[in-house]
């Protein structure tokens, strides 16, 4: 009876309004760390340079995503008393995959990375998006789901990498940024802020973040 | 179909169990090739860097072929043949009273020097340390050091990786002029002399690991260097002679 009445349905373009608003609502409205405040540790842990960052995010990304279509395909096979165990082994053996293939191909990233490439199984942001996207919406719209909560997370770390990296080490991506004759040592004015490099540093960056989108976006600010 | 029934919950997990497993296996044996040879290269890398000669891991192959001239595993006090140095594993060999360990010891040759290169493991505060130390022709001055750890606190002991602490090694006297092994001493503070480094504030407990792991591994070697200090001192000795005769 549910077939049929799902035929009769108009179906919905691959790229209409609703579903372009599943990328980028998680940009900005409803961004997984300066909204939802989640997944925080490793933002905090792996930005202070930015490759290990963007490995990070594309790591999550990845799983993110992937998992979200996995569930979505299973969502109306998945007995719902073993649903969140369900959850854990999917995003469990999608990151021991992703660990993998950093240690056979990026093993120095790998290495910097350490255990919070592991600890992507307990971030928040990918069970909450298993639990309450893709356990009841079609797959191409987990994938979406999945793509644009990536990016959110993604474009956070990268921005609070970007600022860790320049002002910390006066590089970028490993590259010299900070002309050498500026520093103090050949004569300049200038030296490093060894503070950024430190995780308190991270969640101040954050902070900023959070500040100035909630000072663009007053929809964000709760009534206290 | 009822996805709520027993039987049904029992055979998903089953099946989902079978086929996680399966598919990861998979993707562990397929890949493990490669991150061996990454290990592999990443130890070559490390007692290279050992006698200051830092290398890309594209280049490590090469530039220890070139450098390392000899692979020596030294069992109390002997050298013993039949085992490759390189793949003798440290974390085994630790585990035994130090005459008994299969010690393997590299011999590098750089700029017509010869260094020996000792590779060292033990105990830090949260898990294994190891490193490698180079000494030069007399066996007893320090060349060249290099550590590393598993998982000790970034800032605090795990700068015993870091260059202010492993340059502090250099020159440095593993033995008394008389010849008796003193090793080195991690100090807090006021390091003085040649058998005496500074450790690191807030890492006490992975500094001293230094130091036992230096006195501990240095056990399996130091009677052996002996032999090979008298040994080449004698060919010294020889040649010196030869010089005279003519």
């Known amino acids: 009876?549910?077939?049929?009445?799902?035929?009769?349905?108009?179906?919905?373009?691959?790229?209409?309004?609703?579903?372009?608003?599943?990328?980028?609502?998680?940009?900005?409205?409803?961004?997984?760390?300066?909204?939802?405040?989640?997944?925080?540790?490793?933002?905090?842990?792996?930005?202070?340079?930015?490759?290990?960052?963007?490995?990070?995010?594309?790591?999550?990304?990845?799983?993110?995503?992937?998992?979200?279509?996995?569930?979505?395909?299973?969502?109306?096979?998945?007995?719902?008393?073993?649903?969140?165990?369900?959850?854990?082994?999917?995003?469990?053996?999608?990151?021991?995959?992703v660990d993998q293939v950093l240690k056979a191909y990026v093993y120095d990233v790998s290495k910097e990375l350490s255990v919070f490439v592991g600890l992507i199984i307990t971030n928040c942001i990918i069970m909450g998006r298993f639990e309450a996207f893709a356990l009841g919406n079609t797959p191409w719209k987990s994938f979406l789901d999945g793509l644009g909560?990536?990016?959110?997370?993604?474009?956070?770390?990268?921005?609070?990498?970007?600022?860790?990296?320049?002002?910390?080490?006066?590089?970028?991506?490993?590259?010299?940024?900070?002309?050498?004759?500026?520093?103090?040592?050949?004569?300049?004015?200038?030296?490093?802020?060894?503070?950024?490099?430190?995780?308190?540093?991270a969640l101040i960056t954050v902070g900023i973040i959070i500040w100035v989108q909630r000072s663009r976006n007053t929809e964000l600010i709760e009534e206290n | 179909m009822d996805v709520n029934k027993n039987s049904y919950t029992f055979t998903f997990a089953a099946v989902m169990v079978i086929v996680v497993a399966a598919m990861l296996s998979f993707a562990a044996t397929s890949l493990k090739p490669m991150q061996d040879n990454n290990i592999r290269l990443e130890k070559m890398q490390n007692i290279l860097s050992s006698i200051n000669i830092e290398v890309s891991r594209e280049e490590a192959e090469e530039a220890y072929d070139k450098y390392i001239t000899k692979e020596v595993v030294i069992n109390n006090s002997k050298e013993v043949s039949g085992i490759a140095a390189f793949d003798v594993e440290m974390s085994k060999e630790v585990a035994k009273a130090p005459m008994e360990r299969n010690a393997p010891l590299y011999i590098a040759d750089k700029d017509g020097e010869t260094y020996y290169i000792i590779p060292m493991r033990g105990k830090g505060l949260w898990g294994p340390i190891w490193g490698y130390i180079s000494l030069e022709k007399n066996?007893?001055?320090?060349?060249?050091?290099?550590?590393?750890?598993?998982?000790?606190?970034?800032?605090?002991?795990?700068?015993?990786?870091?260059?202010?602490?492993?340059?502090?090694f250099p020159g440095k006297e593993m033995l008394e002029d008389n010849g008796s092994f003193t090793g080195i001493q991690v100090m807090k503070g006021n390091a003085s002399g040649e058998h005496q480094v500074n450790g690191i504030s807030g890492g006490t407990i992975t500094s001293v690991g230094v130091q036992t792991m230096i006195s501990d591994c240095m056990k399996s070697y130091v009677d052996y260097l002996k032999t090979v200090k008298t040994a080449s001192a004698g060919t010294m000795e020889d040649n010196r002679l030869a010089t005279i005769d003519q």
């Open chain 1, 1 to 97: 009876m549910a077939e049929v009445q799902e035929v009769k349905k108009e179906r919905e373009s691959l790229f209409s309004k609703k579903n372009r608003k599943l990328i980028t609502d998680p940009l900005n409205d409803s961004n997984p760390i300066t909204v939802q405040v989640l997944g925080i540790c490793s933002a905090l842990a792996i930005t202070v340079k930015l490759y290990p960052a963007l490995v990070m995010s594309l790591s999550v990304l990845f799983v993110l995503s992937a998992g979200n279509v996995v569930i979505s395909l299973m969502r109306n096979l998945i007995p719902n008393r073993i649903r969140i165990i369900v959850q854990l082994v999917v995003v469990a053996s999608l990151v021991i995959l």
């Open chain 1, 149 to 201: 909560n990536g990016f959110g997370y993604a474009w956070i770390l990268l921005t609070v990498a970007f600022f860790r990296e320049l002002l910390g080490s006066g590089q970028l991506f490993g590259f010299q940024i900070v002309p050498e004759s500026w520093y103090l040592s050949e004569g300049g004015f200038y030296s490093n802020n060894g503070l950024m490099l430190l995780p308190p540093m």
């Open chain 2, 139 to 168: 066996v007893s001055t320090i060349y060249g050091a290099t550590f590393d750890h598993k998982s000790e606190t970034p800032g605090l002991g795990a700068e015993i990786k870091g260059e202010s602490f492993t340059s502090l």
